[in-house]
């Protein structure tokens, strides 16, 4: 059982570098002693006037001036109704201006941000609320056509220590508090926006995850920012830069890798992209004049398809991230031909090591590998299964350890024992070989995971809750290729013996009861197949390699696809 937080300084529950280590980073000014709120103040003061934030939907267009004053009054305003230091503060907000100064404000009176997706439904934010103890949860009204409101209104109802519910944007709150009158606290004493000091924890990010429930990943101002600087330098990032938000602005990714938040530390400008189609899109590029952009393979695969019919001009664009899951080598090639940008390849983790290709590689490099770690101090081991290292162009299990991958996930003692080595390298449980130059390439998975275009998917979850079902006696999921997505899921179900023929649910059923359970969409499984029983090993184990063989061969077209 995990255990939950009910009080006391959450940095406790994080483990932290060895002071060697941290002394060492210090040293190399890998951790330079900023923090977030520090850094918007900053640019604020060295050029007021540039745009920050540009959110097409709403029409906000905002300076760092004024970034900077409204995370100044959120934070009053956060600070007046008891939440301060240490506190957790769940946010799931679609790719809104908002976004921002929640965040800002949040880091500027050393409250965590807990970074949910706008995909995350009751059964994950329950999680994340009562998991961290959170006091507040930030939410927009509506968004997709999916209405937040009453989710925020289930999740208060369970959960004890969550005292607020905030609204931003202009939709009707019900019955939360919008944004718009925490701003209207007098602004605060300065000595309550001191903040934290930039060794101390600025969020917590959501880990993919092989396990049953996400776990929390503990990131601090020096390693993150350090992460931002490093990016910025490797992607070209300066404040002409202005860079187009187009997956969920709460993933690592998305945030940092250079992201928008590496467009903020480097005095840019962030472009929030509302949805990630090409229609939408593509005006954006021509009329924001947008240099750098980040996205998962299958929407690189979507904006290179869509390019040459396009009628905007994407001149402007001169970096293309492409990360989050593998992009084939033929994909690659057809970017730079359909949309004249040089592409950058980014293998990365939200737990810490980011590696790209860089602009001056030679293209074999670029559309071959995923990129090399953005430190000198990023340690890489390619090990077997028993933990010995392989030589260079070996196959084997991705360790790694350095200043911005942390040392364990938050209040999770036991699977900190088995993600981490004793001398603290994360096991990041993708399968990879070094190339003589230095480069990864990643080749496969070891951890009991499905990526579905970028989406993790921990298989023991959707298990779980597929046995939920009373018909369902037991229950395997595993990845199947699928050309678009590189991944997606199936499921394999052995119903109970005494389930009589009218009980038997059909394959959409049980896909409805999963997500009746309030999971989030794209964990639900793609297909559901029942067998009599699963294949083992020679130990009697269930053989997931033989179910995974099974998913790649057999394609039975009348399993159910509806999702
Ligand atoms: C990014 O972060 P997460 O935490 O959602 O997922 C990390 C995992 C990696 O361990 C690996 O399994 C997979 O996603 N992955 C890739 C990849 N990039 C990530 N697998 C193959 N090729 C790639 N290029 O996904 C993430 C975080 C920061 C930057 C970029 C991606």
């Known amino acids: 059982m995990s255990r939950t937080l009910t009080g006391g ?38 050029h007021p006037g540039r745009l920050a934030v540009v959110d097409p939907a709403s029409g906000h267009r905002w300076t760092y001036a004024e970034l900077d004053r409204r995370a100044d009054r959120l934070a009053a305003g956060l600070l007046a109704r008891g939440i301060g230091r240490g506190d957790r503060v769940v946010v799931q907000l679609p790719n809104i201006a908002e976004f921002f100064e929640v965040i800002f404000a949040l880091f500027r009176i050393g409250a965590l941000p807990v970074f949910a997706l706008p995909a995350h439904r009751e059964t994950e934010i329950a999680y994340f609320c009562s998991f961290t103890g959170a006091a507040a949860y930030v939410i927009a009204a509506a968004h997709g056509g999916y209405d937040y409101r009453e989710l925020a209104a289930r999740t208060k109802a369970d959960v004890p220590t969550l005292r607020h519910v905030f609204v931003a944007g202009d939709g009707d ?24 000091a930039p060794h101390e924890l600025a969020f917590l990010q959501l880990s993919g995850g092989s396990t049953g429930v996400p776990k929390l990943i503990p990131r601090t101002h020096d390693d993150y920012i350090y992460s931002l600087r490093g990016s910025n330098e490797i992607c070209g990032v300066d404040e002409e830069s202005v860079f187009l938000c187009v997956l969920p602005a709460a993933h690592n990714f998305t945030l940092s890798s250079p992201g928008s938040l590496g467009a903020l530390y480097a005095g840019a400008r962030v472009v929030m992209c509302p949805d990630p189609n090409p229609d939408t899109a593509f005006p954006l590029i021509e009329r924001e004049g947008v240099t750098l952009t980040g996205l998962v393979p299958p929407l690189a695969l979507v904006w290179t398809e869509a390019a040459p019919e396009a009628r905007y001009d994407l ?192 394959p959409v059923e049980l896909k409805k009861f999963v997500r009746a359970r309030g999971l989030a969409a794209y964990k639900v499984p793609d297909r559901v197949e029942f067998v009599d029983a699963f294949p083992q090993t020679g130990v009697g184990k269930i053989s997931k390699k033989d179910l995974r063989a099974d998913a790649a061969t057999v394609t039975d077209a009348a399993t159910d696809h509806t999702r």
């Not at 300084?9 to 923090?35: I, K």
């Open 173 to 196: 709150p019900g019955p939360f508090e919008p944004l718009a009158a925490l701003r209207t606290e007098p602004a605060a004493d300065p000595a309550d926006l001191a903040g934290p």
């Open 315 to 506: 001149g402007s664009l001169q970096v293309l991230l492409v990360g989050g899951a593998k992009f084939s080598e033929e994909a690659a090639r057809r970017v730079r031909p359909a949309l004249g940008c040089t592409l950058q390849q980014v293998f990365g983790m939200a737990e810490g090591l980011v590696n790209y290709t860089r602009l001056d590689d030679p293209e074999e490099t670029v559309v071959t590998t995923q990129g090399r770690p953005i430190s000198p101090d990023d340690e890489i081991r390619v090990v077997d299964d028993e933990d010995n290292d392989l030589p260079v162009g070996a196959t084997g299990h991705l360790l790694t350890r350095g200043p911005y991958t942390i040392r364990g996930y938050w209040n999770a003692p036991e699977h900190n024992a088995r993600s981490f080595t004793a001398d603290g390298f994360y096991r990041t449980g993708d399968v990879v070989r070094l190339t003589p130059t230095g480069h990864l390439v990643v080749e496969g998975r070891a951890k009991d995971q499905i990526n579905r275009g970028g989406e993790k998917i921990a298989a023991e979850e959707v298990e779980n809750h597929l046995l939920a079902h009373p018909a369902v006696h037991d229950a395997n999921v595993v990845a199947e290729p699928d050309p678009y997505l590189g991944e997606r899921t199936r499921a394999y179900v052995i119903l109970r013996a005494g389930a009589a023929e009218g009980e038997r649910p059909r």
């Open 9 to 46: 300084r959450p940095d406790a529950l994080a483990p932290t570098w060895p002071a060697e280590f941290a002394e060492r980073y210090r040293a190399a000014g890998w951790w330079g002693g900023e923090t977030f709120g520090q850094v918007l103040r900053d640019r604020a003061a060295v």
